[in-house]
């Protein structure tokens, strides 16, 4: 399509953002108003005269300008549901209906100063058309103008009319707002006639990032897919914008603020004086980019998959998803030739380069795979039954079947003898929730598909992952070259060592200010203590002499702490170096160097371990593994929690068509609301919210943890123990405020010794999560917890999130040491003799009675534990033995875990 640009902005612009406070005026008074020459709907000829002549001229063919009313009238019903009916909404009757939180916005037009908006809004016009009048410039400067122009828009509209989010696109299905239907017109405009879904991911995702021994692997693996899906999907969004891409939903990502600022406008629209785009300007080209900036740059953001809206017309779609899948392994090639590059800079390499680019490129290619799908909408002349018919054979005879289905069978009756507008409705947009569910389930087809290319693996195998031949090169140089890249006796293969050199790919890749470091996992283990030692001025300034001296001598590698530490006087200390252990000369030689003197190793040694014993520093040795993922998205997708139909209908429509329709439609307005377009993008967009605006908040800016990835409803992050439990329960309420009061999110935590493998640990929060999400464990909206001791000792409890508030109660009275600590083990030890299998239930009364008898026995004030016992500590057993008898071993098990992070507390 030659001028899809142009196309899809004057689609976007087809409707002013306040376009009911216009048709709510007389229609001559308000033509008079805003002094215009035309006869017709004043705001179809506000948009004309003031808007499209003004900023696009006519320049748009018969055929070009039916292909956007065309996207217009098929945007309407594909979020509608029910075809239009004759009642007019007007003034303070409009009303917004949010679907997720099932909350109305009453009398919304009186909300806002229209009057200023609209003053606002045709200044804002002028001055875009000042600069950018499409009819007055050159041919082939018109597609980029329009480009930036649209984009513009996409970005910044609802930020300078905020109240475009409740302001809905039709007053009488007042379910979606009138940005989300400029936003699906131009997205449609794009995609006509024939528009298809296209559903693409690459992975392997768990296994990859959890193959980790460093942090700093975790964090390369996580960002690696997060990035490259944004670079497959940026070649989508250059050929048909940003808007085609329905998830992730892409306002407000760091990666695409990034290429808009840089490669889209640049300095092309600084003449605005837009406060909102002025604001996000300043912050994006001020260079050095501002620390915070590149804090949220470096984060994960995006998931490993997208679903975009193409046009399929003569094979678009399909083309688009083979180049889709070529750019991947361009990026793979490229990632090859630049870890090559990286070796060459610090090893001084010759000769062999292009055997091991070719050796890194082929394990690149052979390791990831990538999935894609291409579903197309029915056109006109079909009917949605061919798609029901085919749903059905698929997927069977659902909820979301029936309710198209009779809905199908009931257009008629809702138009009665109108038969020109009943197969005027007869398009794709009612079975847009049957498309997508079988577009699932075709990329699911293909995915059982795998295929396999056996690469010939002669040579050691890889350190880490244990699954490619190991690079030939010089690691004993490398390890002295590049400090603390690679550890003793590590060797890797192309795609581990591509991952351990990515925080030196993307410095350059995203010009950062440096090279992104993580802290690791000691150093998690010890903000409690950093935290608790902080105005110890004298300890902290002799331990950074003494320090400095020792990291010198041993060219020891530089180190951060986490974010909210970023004021701390230890704040690029390791954590290690806190802990005595870590002056051991064995532990020196096997971590870190074997090249320094052994009598002045020890001297300085010494004078360090005795500042740390002299001032009791002695931190904690563990540190927590949250893994947090969203409950039952897939039903979200649906649309299985959606309100019925008759809610999300202005009550005076719902009224009219109980009045005039044929009684079997009142059962289709009981119903669930079928997912539509701008419920899903609505969905992407709350869900890219979550991710960009609270949890990295939540994790890094509240409770001191790093945050590795956030990508949509999934959050991994690394935390110190005393500060997990809150964090997690944060970021629960925080889904829930975002999404939905009946959304939640269950969560795997484990509690580890800082020197326990990392690729274990990764694999135990996966496990835990798995378990608080299984039916026949704690069944979502829950949490499961383990505690993994140094000697590799397990224990292991959960529940629902209410049950964080007494697990906290529990740990703060084991912290001040009103319970004695030897009483969960003598209750566990109860437990374990008495309770199995075969008595369970007869027990459980036993149990209670040894519960209330050690715990009583106690020293303490008498009265304060009977009145413990009595009305929190025992009804709380009850609470969670009742569920099953099996809670009994997590209820034990909780007690020990609540003493032990109360013993690992510092703060």
């Known amino acids: 399509m030659e001028k899809v640009w142009l196309l899809k902005l004057k689609a976007f612009l087809h409707d002013p953002p306040h376009k009911h406070w216009i048709i709510s005026m007389d229609n001559e008074e308000c033509i008079k108003k805003f002094q215009l020459q035309e006869k017709g709907r004043c705001h179809e000829i506000l948009i004309k005269s003031k808007v499209i002549e003004p900023l696009l001229g006519e320049d748009l063919t018969e055929e070009e300008e039916k292909l956007i009313e065309k996207a217009d009238t098929q945007a309407y019903p594909v979020n509608r549901i029910l075809p239009p009916v004759a009642v007019k909404i007007r003034g303070e009757d409009v009303i917004f209906f949010d679907m997720f939180n099932k909350k109305i916005y009453y009398d919304i037009l009186a909300a806002t100063d229209y009057e200023t908006e609209n003053k606002r809004f045709l200044e804002l016009v002028e001055k875009l058309a000042k600069n950018y009048n499409l009819s007055r410039i050159k041919e082939e400067e018109k597609k980029e103008k329009a480009k ?70 975790l964090w390369a693996g996580s960002y690696m897919l997060s990035y490259f899906i944004w670079k497959i999907m940026k070649f989508v969004v250059e050929r048909y914008g940003a808007d085609v891409i329905v998830y992730p939903n892409l306002l407000g990502q760091p990666l695409v603020d990034l290429w808009l600022s840089s490669e889209v406008f640049g300095n092309s629209l600084t003449h605005l004086s837009q406060k909102e785009f002025d604001e996000w300007f300043k912050e994006w080209n001020n260079i050095p980019r501002s620390k915070g900036l590149e804090e949220k740059l470096t984060i994960a953001n995006m998931p490993n998959r997208f679903l975009a809206i193409v046009p399929i017309n003569e094979g678009e779609a399909l083309k688009l998803g083979e180049e889709c899948e070529k750019n991947f392994k361009e990026q793979l090639k490229s990632l090859a030739k630049k870890t090559v590059k990286r070796l060459e800079s610090i090893l001084n390499l010759e000769g062999d380069l292009e055997k091991i680019q070719l050796q890194i490129e082929n394990q ?63 398009d794709f947009s009612i079975a847009y929730s049957l498309l997508l569910e079988l577009t699932e389930k075709l990329l699911g087809a293909r995915k059982s598909i795998r295929e396999f290319e056996q690469l010939e693996q002669k040579g050691r195998k890889c350190s880490l992952c244990g699954e490619f031949e190991v690079l030939p090169l010089d690691w004993e140089k490398l390890r002295s070259k590049e400090k603390g890249l690679v550890k003793e006796k590590e060797q890797l293969c192309g795609v581990c060592l591509a991952k351990r050199l990515f925080p030196k790919v993307m410095k350059e890749e995203l010009n950062l200010s440096e090279e992104m470091k993580f802290p690791s996992t000691s150093e998690m283990a010890t903000i409690g203590e950093k935290r608790r030692i902080a105005d110890n001025k004298e300890f902290i300034a002799e331990f950074k002499e003494l320090f400095g001296e020792f990291k010198q001598k041993l060219l020891l590698p530089n180190t951060v702490s986490v974010p909210k530490l970023k004021d701390n006087q230890l704040f690029e200390i390791d954590g290690q170096w806190l802990m005595r252990e870590s002056y051991r000369e064995e532990y020196i030689k096997s971590e870190h160097t074997e090249n320094f003197k052994v009598e002045e190793f020890q001297k300085m040694s010494q004078k360090i371990t005795k ?195 007494f697990l906290k109660e529990l740990i703060e009275h084991f912290r001040k040491e009103e319970f004695s600590s030897t009483f969960p083990y003598q209750f566990f030890g109860v437990v374990d003799r008495l309770y ?72």
């Not at 904690?620 to 809610?647: C, F, T, V």
């Not at 967009?685 to 590795?708: C, N, P």
């Not at 009305?871 to 020990?896: C, G, H, Q, S, Y």
Request: charged content about 30%; some cysteine; overall charge neutral.
């Open 148 to 217: 930036i122009l649209l984009l513009f828009l996409w970005r910044f509209y609802q930020e300078i009319f905020h109240w475009m989010r409740i302001h809905p696109a039709d007053t009488r299905a007042p379910n979606h707002s009138i940005y989300d239907h400029l936003v699906q017109t131009s997205t449609l405009v794009s995609a006509l006639p024939k528009p298809a879904f296209l559903l693409f991911t690459i992975g392997p995702v768990q296994s990859f990032i959890a193959t980790a021994r460093k942090t700093s692997d």
């Open 364 to 426: 690149l290619l052979n390791y990831f795979q990538v999935y894609w799908a291409v579903m197309p909408w029915f056109e006109k002349k079909e009917s949605p039954k061919e798609v029901l018919d085919d749903y059905k054979e698929i997927i069977g005879e659902t909820e979301l079947y029936k309710t198209i289905s009779e809905f199908i069978e009931s257009v008629p009756k809702i138009w009665s003898k109108n038969k020109e507008k009943d197969e005027e409705y007869r």
């Open 611 to 805: 500042l740390l014993e002299k001032h009791r520093v002695n931190p904690s040795r563990y540190y927590a593994i949250l893994q947090m993922d969203g409950d039952h998205m897939g039903k979200w997708l649906k649309g299985e929690n959606n309100p019925p139909i008759m809610e999300t209908l202005h009550p005076k429509v719902g009224e009219h068509i109980k009045q005039h329709a044929k009684d079997n439609l009142s059962s289709i307005l009981c119903k669930k609301h079928p997912t539509t377009p701008s419920l899903h993008q609505t969905l992407s967009r709350k869900i890219s919210t979550f991710a960009l605006q609270e949890v990295r908040r939540i994790v890094e800016e509240t409770h001191y943890g790093k945050l590795v990835y956030a990508g949509g409803d999934d959050v991994l992050a690394l935390l110190p123990v005393e500060e997990v439990l809150e964090c997690a329960y944060e970021l629960q309420n925080a889904f829930k405020e975002v999404l939905s009061s009946e959304a939640s999110m269950s969560a795997g935590i484990v509690i580890v010794h800082h020197k326990y493998p990392l690729y274990l640990a990764l694999k135990e929060v996966q496990l835990a999560q798995k378990k608080a999400k299984d039916e026949r464990q704690y069944n979502r909206n829950a949490f499961c917890l383990k505690f993994i001791k140094g000697s590799g000792a397990l224990k292991e409890c959960g529940g629902k999130w209410e049950l964080i508030d």
């Open 836 to 907: 199995d299998d075969e008595n369970k239930e007869q027990v459980i009364g036993i149990l209670r009675n040894e519960l209330k008898r050690i715990f009583l026995r106690q020293s303490g004030n008498r009265d304060i534990l009977e009145k413990y016992a009595s009305e929190i500590l025992l009804p709380k057993f009850d609470e969670i033995v009742k569920e099953t008898p099996d809670r009994v071993i997590d209820f034990a098990n909780m007690l020990i875990i609540a003493r032990s992070i109360a013993m690992e507390a510092r703060i």
